[in-house]
């Protein structure tokens, strides 16, 4: 199983941008990469997933670069609800695969005004 | 539909007593798993299942059992709690998808935890 790398915290104000980075460097071929965030006391949300370039939905853009060894997290225009805890997942696509999901120790985003 | 939840949100228990943590989602869903989350670590595996009777273990399987008698149901059992356990426990679960032993990735729909103390 590929073990992710990610800042412990991070600390960004409201309107800026933040990107947080994420090493995975025995990323195997079938593998995937997803986002998830945590705010305390809940469980974590699903937040976005790819395989290489770039996706993006209404909450993040993901950048994966071609060699695939690391992916970056990018939230455009934080506010202060984006403190929470972001953890990056890498494993394969389907069960068959190989079944486990592995969270990291994620890293804790705070959001100053 | 209220998607996964879990019962009791908090529990203190003593030193070798044994409980079931209990797992339930109305979604449908194959595939459950369970994660401890310890304070400033991420979430650790536990055990997880892709459908009912199909069990397999996570990254600390240790201290804890579970079964699948249904595809809703998914129970978590401390045999014999020790300190070490104290911890919040999520429960999650997710479709699989597709002919070829279905999508893993894709979203977890996570409960809200079970906050256990163990003295």
């Known amino acids: 199983l590929a073990k992710t790398t990610q800042p412990i915290s991070m600390d960004s104000y409201e309107g800026q941008e933040v990107n947080i980075t994420c090493s995975h460097n025995?990323?195997?071929?079938?593998?995937?990469i997803t986002w998830y965030q945590q705010f305390p006391s809940q469980g974590p949300r699903f937040i976005i997933q790819?395989?290489?370039t770039k996706v993006t939905n209404e909450v993040a853009s993901l950048f994966i670069p071609a060699d695939r060894k690391s992916s970056t997290l990018s939230l455009p225009r934080v506010s202060l609800s984006d403190t929470a805890v972001y953890y990056c997942?890498?494993?394969?696509?389907?069960?068959?695969?190989?079944?486990?999901?592995?969270f990291g120790q994620g890293t804790e985003l705070s959001v100053k005004p | 539909n209220a998607g996964v939840t879990q019962t009791p949100k908090f529990q203190v228990l003593k030193t070798g007593q044994s409980m079931t943590l209990q797992c339930a989602q109305d979604?449908?869903?194959?595939?459950m798993s369970w994660y401890r989350q310890d304070p400033g670590m991420g979430l650790r595996l536990i055990h997880y299942?892709?459908?009912?009777?199909?069990?397999d273990q996570g990254e600390v399987p240790n201290g804890y059992n579970v079964s699948r008698s249904t595809t809703e149901d998914f129970p978590l059992r401390l045999l014999s709690a020790a300190p070490s356990q104290t911890s919040v426990y999520f429960c999650?679960?997710?479709?699989?998808?597709?002919?070829?032993?279905?999508?893993?990735?894709?979203?977890?729909?996570f409960g809200p935890g079970t906050r256990l103390t163990v003295l």
């Open positions: 299942s892709v459908g009912a009777g199909i069990t």
């Open positions: 997942l890498v494993g394969p696509r389907y069960y068959n695969q190989g079944g486990k999901l592995i």
């Open positions: 790819g395989y290489k």
């Open positions: 979604m449908n869903h194959e595939y």
């Open positions: 025995n990323i195997a071929t079938n593998d995937y």
């Open positions: 999650a679960s997710r479709p699989l998808s597709g002919t070829s032993g279905g999508a893993l990735t894709d979203t977890q729909y």
